[in-house]
């Protein structure tokens, strides 16, 4: 018998049948969509040239940078932007604007290396420094001057109706705002927002309205300061015509003829306002274009003071700490040290509701409340030093000292009036209202604690609880978030002096790593597949 003899077959490439042809298109589009699904990861962009230029000479200028970042290109030695949230990083120095400002149009986050340190100043013929336009933008550790606009609203950094700002960090100041237009430091426009944390406006000025800033949109401020603002008519430190919310914030050393510190006003009456743990001082309406009323708050809208202070503002005319033609509700707060000649702590026409809450050594020529035509409603547990805000209530002290130390760091990110030994504010709430004393006072001690040290925790009356020998627990707590917000950490003490600085917490962009690991063990499988098909298929057919 001859030997068998093998052969290999001429069909090397077998053909394609209808199940491995159905096998590899499902694995195709498999990658096909991984590809599509991968993640798409921010861009960082370091600038290294503070000249204002565009240019093809080997570097990344500020304006460059933008750029890129907002159009997907390479700019100079500028990387390309990606379609998130890039980030462009902006080393110590000074960055000189030369003819116009920069337009921030889609959603980008600049970050300096400190504010102390890293300066962008408007340009020198004039224009503000920053245009917000679309998107959301983000600005931490920067300090923004130098900027002015003529007939035009945000010297420093305006916020159209499409935009968000997120200032962290950061300073803006010594922009200005010349003949129509308002907001020296910043203008927020209607439907637009801004979020400023641990930051300071000062030093802005207006010739028109608020000085530090104007805005028709919806602002909070969180750990800020307001401070040394000047406009020639209304809102030296602040004109809100929408949402206003101020946390741990103060408000001082502004001046304007209406509303020196703050000036609210809303012809619909439909914005929402909040002053929580804030101090408002030192604010001056002064008696030019008719003014002189309102020295700390201006308002023909009603709004909330809670756990505040209003210390030491002065009007020519009425209302030193407020001018108020709207109503009011004030819990758990001080005014004092305020000075006018009628109305020196609080000018009311509306309705003013006080409960817990401290009206005291006000000018004595002023007094501490003036009746214009108004339900003045006390809900329990006040102290009047003068007997003027028609104190009726069993529980409130009307004609009596309530024994306050001077305006000071009494600790927490404001300064306060503490209430001094043997006060009569001290464990006196002896009423509640919405069921329980508030959580803290302003500097965010625990309410309540024994203040007079007689075994029993009592609230206190005003924005300052005593500690005592029994304290009601060790912790504090949390403190609420204001809207509208998309605040980040805060850090106590704007007032004395120094913001707080979280300057090495770079925002960075936001990835998630497991995405990326699960598209590549996707990938490695569909690999796999292949190859198993390939093999399958593939192999050369053996004959005998």
């Known amino acids: 018998m001859s030997p068998r003899t093998l052969s290999l077959s001429t069909r090397a490439r077998p053909r394609i049948g209808p199940r491995f042809a159905a096998l590899l298109a499902a694995a195709t589009l498999l990658l096909a969509t991984m590809a599509l699904a991968a993640p798409v990861f921010a861009a960082t962009i370091v600038v290294n040239e503070d000249a204002d230029e565009v240019n093809t000479d080997g570097d990344c200028s500020l304006r460059e940078a933008v750029i890129a970042a907002e159009n997907n290109v390479i700019v100079d030695a500028c990387p390309a932007g990606n379609d998130v949230a890039d980030t462009i990083t902006i080393p110590t120095g000074t960055y000189q604007l030369a003819s116009v400002d920069i337009e921030l149009d889609d959603t980008v986050s600049l970050v300096g290396a400190d504010r102390a340190t890293t300066t962008v100043v408007g340009p020198p013929e004039g224009d503000r420094v920053f245009s917000l336009g679309f998107g959301d933008v983000s600005i931490a550790n920067l300090t923004i001057t130098g900027g002015q606009e003529d007939d035009e609203n945000g010297g420093g950094i305006t916020v159209d109706s499409d935009a968000t700002l997120t200032l962290t960090n950061s300073t803006v100041t010594g922009n200005e705002v010349l003949n129509g237009g308002g907001g020296g430091g910043i203008y927020v426009s209607f439907g637009g927002s801004a979020t400023i944390t641990n930051s300071l406006i000062s030093d802005n000025t207006s010739e028109n309205d608020g000085g530090g800033i104007f805005s028709n949109g919806g602002v909070s401020l969180i750990n800020s300061a307001v401070n040394g603002n000047h406009a020639d008519f209304t809102g030296g430190g602040i004109l809100s015509t929408g949402n206003l919310s101020l946390l741990n914030t103060t408000v001082d050393d502004n001046t304007s003829a209406f509303g020196a510190g703050i000036f609210l006003s809303d012809n619909e009456d439909l914005a929402t306002i909040t002053i929580d743990r804030s101090t408002i001082s030192n604010n001056v309406a002064t008696a030019t274009k008719g003014g002189g009323e309102g020295g700390g708050i201006f308002a023909t809208l009603d709004f909330t003071v809670v756990n505040s202070t209003v210390s030491g503002n002065s009007a020519t005319s009425r209302g030193g700490g407020i001018y108020l033609v709207a109503d009011l509700r004030v819990d758990f707060s001080t005014i004092t040290d305020n000075s006018s000649p009628e109305g020196a702590g609080i000018w009311v026409i509306g309705n003013l509701e006080l409960f817990a809450t401290v009206v005291a050594n006000n000018d004595v020529a002023g007094g501490d409340c003036f009746n214009g035509d108004a339900n003045l409603t006390s809900l329990g547990s006040n102290i009047d030093s003068d007997d003027t805000c028609e104190l009726n209530q069993p529980t409130d002290q009307p004609d009596a000292d309530p024994m306050l130390g001077s305006l000071a760091a009494n600790g927490g990110p404001t300064l306060t009036h503490a209430l ?125």
């Open 420 to 544: 001094l030994a043997g006060s009569p504010a001290i464990d006196a709430v002896t009423t509640t209202v919405d069921d329980a004393c508030v959580a803290t006072d302003q500097r965010g001690t625990v309410r309540p604690q024994d203040g007079d040290n007689n075994g029993s925790l009592v609230c206190d009356i005003g924005a300052f609880e005593v500690l005592g020998a029994v304290a009601a627990t060790p912790t504090l707590a949390p403190i609420p978030t204001p809207a509208p917000s998309t605040s980040g950490s805060a850090s106590p003490s704007p007032t004395a002096g120094t913001l707080p600085d979280t300057a090495g917490d770079d925002p960075g962009p936001s990835e998630a790593p497991w995405l990326g690991f699960a598209v590549l063990a996707l990938i490695a499988a569909a690999a796999l597949t292949l190859e198993g098909l390939r093999r399958r298929y593939a192999n050369p057919v053996v004959k005998p």
